[in-house]
């Protein structure tokens, strides 16, 4: 095998039950047979493992409609807090994001 060959792919006729030569080629130029053939893999064939973490909405996620219909209506952040059982920050905190 000559040096300038990749060590996957052998000359062709050397080794054991090697093929002829093909007559495309000229006389007594190397000729390269792939030894490692495998098919040719798409996205869809590759195989794929991952997790999907799932959590319930955060607390302000959960409560931010509601802040917003009480303060329409006019209540302060001390008394939506209150009822809501949140701190008055939170409700500051809701307000403050739209």
């Not at 090697?18 to 195989?47: C, D, I, K, M, N």
Request: proline share 9%; with cysteine; glycine share 12%.
């Amino acid at each position: 095998m000559s040096g300038a060959c990749p060590p996957h792919v052998r000359e062709e006729g050397s080794g054991e039950g090697g093929a002829a030569p093909s007559p495309a080629f000229a006389e007594g130029e190397p000729h390269y047979l792939w030894t490692r053939l495998q098919p040719v893999r798409t996205a869809a064939e590759v195989p794929l493992a991952f997790v999907v973490f799932t959590h319930k909405p955060f607390v302000y996620q959960q409560i931010g409609p509601d802040v917003w219909k009480m303060r329409k209506l006019g209540m302060t952040l001390q008394a939506i807090g209150k009822e809501l059982g949140v701190h008055e920050k939170t409700v500051r905190n809701i307000l403050g994001q739209r």
